[in-house]
């Protein structure tokens, strides 16, 4: 999962570099400093485009908002489901009135660091999860930068 600060870096749960620019408008016509930096600024990025996307996907299908009432196996598909449907809609629809609400409510809300949360269950939090998560996040983290500086 890709979480906001508010997560610890952890096994299934991919959180942004402590310590390093993560708001957008802080990377506005700013190089970036190192590896960190870069990941964390396409870490938002994607955060960005998932938060809205299932934001548009509950506001076109209300059922999702009760998502928690339906067994696990019954949610995967039914999402996918309202996507083909909800892609299918966009083909036709010039401007879809749901993204241009969605871009204005973000516009309208400052980006705010994210509050502590209760650690989901089930998760590896021993130091052997933690020191392995933030491997695959620095690893992550290197081949985005190598190939930032390899395109410059």
């Keep these: 999962y890709i979480v906001d600060a508010g997560f610890t870096n952890m096994p299934r749960f991919l959180a942004p570099f402590r310590s390093q620019r993560y708001h957008l408008q802080e990377f506005c016509g700013h190089r970036y400093a190192g590896p960190k930096e870069l990941f964390n600024h396409r870490h938002l990025s994607l955060r960005n485009v998932i938060e809205r996307t299932f934001g548009v996907l509950k506001k076109r299908f209300p059922i999702l908002r009760s998502m928690p009432n339906y067994k696990s196996t019954r949610q995967g ?4 489901a309202y996507c083909v449907v909800h892609n299918w809609i966009c083909l036709c629809a010039v401007m879809d009135p749901f993204f241009m609400e ?37 690893a992550i983290a290197t081949v985005m930068w190598l190939n930032h500086v390899h395109h410059a």
């Design 77 to 80: 598909p039914l999402v996918s």
């Design 102 to 138: 969605a871009d204005n409510e973000m516009a309208a809300e400052a980006e705010a660091d994210g509050l502590p949360r209760d650690q989901p269950d089930n998760v590896d939090m021993s130091q052997h999860g933690l020191t392995s998560q933030s491997n695959v996040r620095d």
